[in-house]
């Protein structure tokens, strides 16, 4: 079975300050891995997605993320937040035949100015 | 374009009532997925519906049904509400069942009282 960790809950950083939420997976072929943004109230957005190639990759909004094979985790990083980064981010796997999505339980971004 | 519709906003139901929810997916867009999202968790994935025709169903009792019309919008049916139906349904749209990112609406807000 598919699942996915996210193991930080709630994260406060400073404006300015770099960022980097950690996400595990769990999936038995090549996963496919997303990151998605939340905002109070709304739907998902989508930062950014990995399938293959490079592992490091580049999202909207200055994110980026790392696909580690070894470590099964594919771990958002921001080099400097801005106070609009404040959200609920939530790592997604899926792949291959697989039509559904897994996601985190997610972790909430709050950015002090 | 315009993105992933839902329809509509917030509903608040009784107990044992019924409820239809409906999503229109991204123009060109023939894959719709409906997740269930409780407070304080990820979405959890219902079912997804390609070319009319169910293609996967998540770990949900039988009161939850859908159905996608030749026109690729999708409805989502409750029967007998339960309070733990409370939730945001999320819809999200993808060009293919599976290899494909899949892009969410901004959700309907129900509340069963």
Redesign the interface.
């Known amino acids: 079975a598919q699942s996915v960790t996210q193991p930080d809950i709630h994260i406060t950083v400073s404006e300015g300050a770099s960022l980097e939420l950690r996400c595990n997976y769990s999936y038995g072929a090549t996963p496919y891995l997303f990151w998605y943004v939340q905002s109070p109230g709304q739907g998902l957005q989508l930062l950014l997605k990995y399938f293959s190639g490079d592992t490091l990759v580049q999202g909207i909004k200055g994110f980026e993320a790392e696909f580690k094979r070894s470590q099964s985790s594919f771990n958002l990083r921001k080099p400097s937040v801005h106070w609009s980064d404040a959200a609920e981010y939530f790592c997604a796997v899926g792949g291959g035949s697989n039509y559904k999505l897994t996601f985190g339980k997610g972790t909430l971004l709050t950015v002090n100015p | 374009d315009a993105g992933?519709t839902q329809s509509p906003t917030h509903l608040i139901k009784t107990r044992g009532q019924h409820v239809t929810l409906r999503c229109s997916p991204i123009s060109g867009h023939k894959s719709v997925?409906w997740?269930q999202q409780v407070l304080?968790?990820?979405?959890?994935?219902i079912f997804?519906y390609?070319e009319k025709e169910e293609?996967?169903r998540?770990n949900f009792p039988d009161r939850f049904s859908a159905r996608q019309f030749p026109n690729y919008s999708s409805e989502l049916n409750v029967n007998a509400l339960l309070l733990g139906d409370s939730a945001l349904y999320?819809c999200?749209s993808s060009s293919r069942?599976?290899?494909e990112?899949?892009?969410?609406?901004?959700?309907t807000?129900l509340l069963v009282l």
């Not at chain 2, 304080?40 to 994935?45: A, E, I, K, S, V």
């Not at chain 2, 990112?101 to 959700?107: E, W």
Request: net charge positive; hydrophobic share 20%; glycine share 22%.
């Open positions: 992933v997925s997740y304080g968790q990820g979405p959890q994935f997804q390609y293609r996967g998540g999320l999200a069942t599976a290899q990112t899949q892009y969410f609406g901004p959700g807000r």
